[in-house]
């Protein structure tokens, strides 16, 4: 029916929005005046949750009137978090480390091994993917969708020929520096070094817009508060992607090989935490960024809520990492508090929690208030 409704979509397309509510019209950008159809309906009818416009990549504005404004309401969709996987317990509330001070979260397990976090995260988030008949068949989702983006939707989004085999390596490179602040100039390089590829920086740029625009690439921006020279923090994004099954299967790694590369799968795990939290606050109109500094301090992941409340994470798979990530965490805090006693005009809001997201069992709180979380116990 695809071409009929296109057809309609050109000569009348009110039509397609007559039947039974909430419509779903999946896809809607390859007709995109129904934005505006739908914006004088709703008018019309003055009724609100009529239809659900689902796209998979970002959307020409050239070719809408209207913005929307008052009447539809944008929602960014992300793939599935451990807890809508089912994977995760939920025993520990993100909403209530926030809400709650008193909140206790001691003793609070995950079921998930170091194993089922691997494969989780090569299987990703993706729904269609919990309907594979075995693992194998599991794993095969996010090979697909990769292959997809590189050969079709990459030339398609804004209908500009691209080369698959260009595309396919600009991405295998993002793998490569996955949850790091590689440089454009670094990516660059690394995918002309085979000799195989050659590309200008412009060129490179071109393609890295249109994966972000198909929401494929999501690079997490620098946190840059005044509590030290601005010289002395980097201001560089973290490359990432929406999921972390896209690295894995850029990568070529299977399950298996991950379980003896842990370095490279705490990369990997990263990302799956950056994704997990931007599910579970995605209500509170959250954003994610990062921060590091020369002198080595960092914070993983900043959670900033819409109402300025918000959380310093360090993510650490194992253990033995847990007190590092815990005096980067504390040593960040007391900057901002010590920062605070010399400008008392404009005072910085402290972070609200301090937590240490982990691979881990089980959840507790440490005497020095940093709360240490299992990823496969959270929930929003």
Known sequence: MREEYLATAISKPSLLLKGETPRLIDEWQ?????????????DERRSPGQFILTSSNSVDRA???????????????????????????????????????????????????????????????????????SPKAQLLTAKNYVQTICSDDVSHVDGVQRDPKTATAILRSYARNISTLAKKTTLLDDVVSSGEISL???????????????????????????IRSKTAIRSSVKRGFCDPSIAVALLGLSPEALSVQLKTFGFIFE?????????????????????HDRYGLEADIVLH???????LIECKLGSREIDNAAEHLLELKRLILERNKKETQMQMREPDILVVLTGGKMAYTRPDGVKVVPLGALKA
């Not at 709650?100 to 976090?117: C, F, R």
């Not at 198909?214 to 690079?219: D, P, R």
Request: glycine share 6%; net charge negative.
């Open 30 to 42: 390859d007709a995109p005046v129904l934005w505006d159809a739908v914006r004088i309906m709703v």
């Open 63 to 133: 070719n809408i009137l209207h913005s929307g404004t008052g009447r539809i309401a944008r929602l960014k969709m992300h793939p599935m978090s451990l807890w809508e996987s089912k994977e995760s317990t939920g025993e520990v509330s993100l909403q209530e480390l926030f809400d709650n001070p008193d909140y206790v979260i001691d003793g609070k397990t995950s079921k998930m091994t170091i194993e089922d976090l691997i494969f989780t995260a090569s299987r990703g988030g993706w729904p269609a993917s919990l309907y594979g008949r």
């Open 200 to 226: 200008s920086m412009d060129t490179f740029s071109d393609y890295e817009t249109a994966f972000e625009r198909l929401f494929v690439i999501q690079n997490i921006d620098a946190w840059s508060p005044a």
């Open 271 to 291: 990302q799956m935490c950056i994704r997990d939290l931007k599910a579970y606050t995605i209500d509170l109109n959250s954003h994610v960024s990062y921060y």
């Open 305 to 311: 809520l819409e109402d300025g409340r918000y959380a």
